[in-house]
Antibody
């Protein structure tokens, strides 16, 4: 059974940093890419980043490019999203979601940016 | 960037009624349009991918249709577990860009 579980969220100061993790099980992560999608309180879904199955191809939404970095660790079956230069507008639940179909999602991890 | 416009914004239905949700793309996405369902406090769940293919575990009360720029998600008989927000997203042009803004299906 495929499972994705995010962690690493919490309270961060404006300008601060966090590292989110997405631990996977039930499939080989080198076969499929992974997305990060976020949802601000009371708002819709916002796609923010993707890493391809090669681990080389990466994409970012304009809203996070240059501040966020996506990566993976094959040995740990895990994906990561490093968040830098955080602002209040980054406050959201962050989800990882598999492949171009986004067929499996984790339960999400909440990031709150506040002083 | 491809813009996805969903309508209506809200659909109020009684259990057992049918629902028709629309997603229109600003340019052709061929068949590569997905639908997701989100209940309050939960992660989204894939419902339909590539316009018409039901995801694993999705009942046949759900059907998708469309090609190019106009797509429809139909729920033939809405059940209590079907209420929530439905989002569309395209994967023809990658990265996918923005999701649609969603259609909320709530109880009349």
């Amino acid at each position: 059974e495929v499972q994705l579980v995010e962690s690493g969220g919490g309270l961060a100061q404006p300008g601060g940093s966090l590292r989110l993790s997405c631990v996977t099980s039930g499939y080989n992560i080198i076969t499929l890419g992974m997305n990060w999608v976020r949802q601000a309180p009371g708002k819709g879904l916002e796609w923010i980043s993707f890493i391809g199955s090669s681990g080389v191809t990466v994409y970012y939404a304009d809203s996070v490019r240059g501040r966020f970095r996506i990566s993976r660790d094959i040995a740990k079956n895990s994906f990561y999203l490093e968040l830098d230069g955080l602002t209040a507008e980054d406050t959201a639940v962050y989800y990882c979601a598999r492949d171009q179909i986004l067929d499996y999602w984790g339960p999400g991890t909440l990031v709150t940016v506040s002083s | 960037e491809i813009v996805l416009t969903q309508s209506p914004a809200t659909l109020s239905l009684s259990p057992g009624e049918s629902a028709t949700l629309s997603c229109r793309a600003s340019q052709s996405v061929r068949k590569y349009l997905n639908w997701y369902h989100q209940k309050p406090g939960q992660a989204p769940r894939l419902v339909i991918y590539d316009a018409s293919i039901r995801a694993t575990g999705i009942p046949d009360t759900f059907s998708g249709s469309g090609y190019g720029t106009d797509f429809t998600l139909t729920i033939s008989s809405v059940q209590s577990e079907d209420f929530g927000v439905y989002y569309c997203q395209q994967r023809d042009a990658w990265p996918p860009g923005a999701f649609g803004r969603g259609t909320r299906v709530d109880v009349k």
